[in-house]
């Protein structure tokens, strides 16, 4: 009776462990053949392949800063004012970077025969002693353009003085614009 | 019963040793063995994959000297994997029991009836558990359980405390399932014919040779030693079989077994058997 009994619970357990597989035969294991049963054969997948890491794009080269400078059919303009001591005519650091960018319009357009270099001030002061100023200030650019290469006879200078102000002088903001220094093509070769 | 304890914390410990060493193996590739797909290699294991199961039914016949086909036995074994760690068996063959091939004669399902070898239809079952330890080219799996080794009275049970390796290389495999039985009931005899349970302690050791690619041959020695009167005792049987792995599912084979080839008892080349088999993956 109990040996009946125990086989009627061993083939329950049977149908019941036979129910419950799943037949996924997809899977990376297989039986080996063995006589310590049950053995399998699994596979380990390899490590992924170590890809390279692709190399970022190059970064975009830094835009241009604006020009400071650029050639006109008769003036090179100046983007910013170039700036001098208070009642001096010498040229403040922080300016010779425009004058670089003139110098190197002048290497390049040898097309430009003669530039004048016009030096205005602002309107406080006496005019005699504004135009000295002026002219000074102009003949301070000129020997840094020719320091910089550039042919002295390419170059000549005036003080304009108080003289043609483009902004109003009662503001710090017209007296900062009238006091500019101006590049005058007076010469240039149309052949080229 | 306290040897009893002592073994059983014994086992605990050992298998707690062995399962801190549990670093995955990547094994060899060998010739015996597909390529892993995208190239990476293949690991043994001596559990099922969780989900998996494995159909083992053997034809046990006796063949010896004077008792042919006295008893016929089927014994159809079921492996379940719960996890990838955890395979259970319900085990009816003295194969799946023990590792031992073609030793246990009348087990299980004996059909062969009384007057034929059989002590009763349904003799033996088991509920094996393994808990693998470790895959690769040296795979190792805990292995226990509890094996009614007699249905019928007297009730004989035993616990089961044992481990499973199988190291493979090339077309070569090396099994051993060392396993400690302790009777927990019929420790004693009622009187002087009757056979008591006794603890005992088994060692198969089979050789694997892939000698074609659907084609193993297997060689199995080993040790049967009772842990009383020994040396009239134990046992050291041989067998040699070869398996067809028909395809990916079904594997049949045939082994002949010499139970008895060595031992303390005198019954040498005489006690016979053979066992045919059939494993199904499912």
């Known amino acids: ?192 | 019963m306290r040897l009893l304890l002592v073994l059983v914390l014994s086992w605990i410990a050992a298998v707690g040793v062995a399962h801190a060493d549990d670093g995955s193996d990547a094994g060899s590739a060998d010739a015996g063995s597909a390529a892993a797909p995208g190239g990476g290699s293949s690991d043994d294991q001596l559990v099922l994959p969780k989900g998996r199961a494995v159909l083992d039914a053997f034809l046990q016949v006796n063949l010896s000297a004077n008792e042919a086909f006295k008893p016929i036995s089927v014994t159809p074994d079921i492996w379940y994997g719960v996890s990838d760690k955890l395979t259970v068996g319900l085990v009816h063959s003295t194969w799946g029991e023990t590792g031992f091939v073609g030793t246990g004669i009348g087990n299980s399902l004996c059909l062969s009836g009384s007057s034929n070898g059989c002590a009763s239809v349904y003799h033996t079952v088991a509920l094996d558990g393994r808990y693998e330890l470790k895959r690769g080219a040296w795979a190792w799996a805990a292995d226990g359980g509890l094996d009614v080794i007699s249905t019928s009275s007297p009730f004989e049970l035993s616990l089961k405390l044992g481990a499973v390796g199988r190291w493979h290389k090339d077309k070569l495999a090396v099994e051993l399932e060392p396993a400690l039985y302790i009777a927990v009931s019929h420790r004693s005899a009622d009187n002087a014919m009757d056979v008591q349970n006794r603890d005992a302690l088994a060692v198969p050791v089979t050789v694997l040779y892939a000698a074609a690619p659907k084609i193993t041959l297997a060689a199995q020695v080993g040790l049967l030693l009772p842990l009383e009167d020994t040396g009239d005792e134990y046992d050291i049987p041989l067998s040699l079989g070869v398996h067809y792995r028909v395809n990916e599912k079904l594997d049949v084979g045939l082994a002949f077994t010499f139970v008895e080839l060595v031992g303390g008892g005198d019954s040498g080349a005489d006690l016979r058997t053979l066992t045919i088999g059939a494993s199904y993956a499912f």
């Open chain 1, 1 to 192: 009776m109990r040996s009946k009994i125990i086989l009627v619970a061993a083939l329950g357990g049977l149908t019941t462990l036979a129910s419950c597989t799943k037949t996924d035969l997809a899977a990376p294991c297989h039986p080996v053949t063995s006589w310590s049963m049950p053995a399998f054969r699994c596979s380990v997948a390899a490590p992924p392949p170590v890809v390279a890491k692709p190399e970022p794009p190059p970064e975009p080269p830094p835009p241009e800063p604006p020009k400071k400078a650029t050639l006109t059919q008769d003036k090179i303009e100046v983007g910013e004012i170039v700036e001098f001591e208070t009642g001096s005519a010498k040229l403040k650091p922080e300016s010779t970077s425009i004058l670089d960018e003139v110098a190197k319009i002048l290497t390049e357009h040898a097309d430009v025969k003669k530039v004048q270099i016009e030096g205005y001030t602002d309107s406080q002061g006496s005019k005699s002693s504004n135009k000295t100023l002026s002219q000074h200030r102009a003949e301070t650019v000129k020997k840094y353009l020719v320091d910089k290469g550039i042919s002295d006879k390419r170059l000549t200078t005036k003080g304009f003085g108080q003289d043609n102000p483009v902004a109003d002088n009662g503001t710090d903001d017209g007296r900062h614009q009238n006091r500019r220094v101006e590049f005058k093509i007076l010469e240039r070769d149309a052949a080229q």
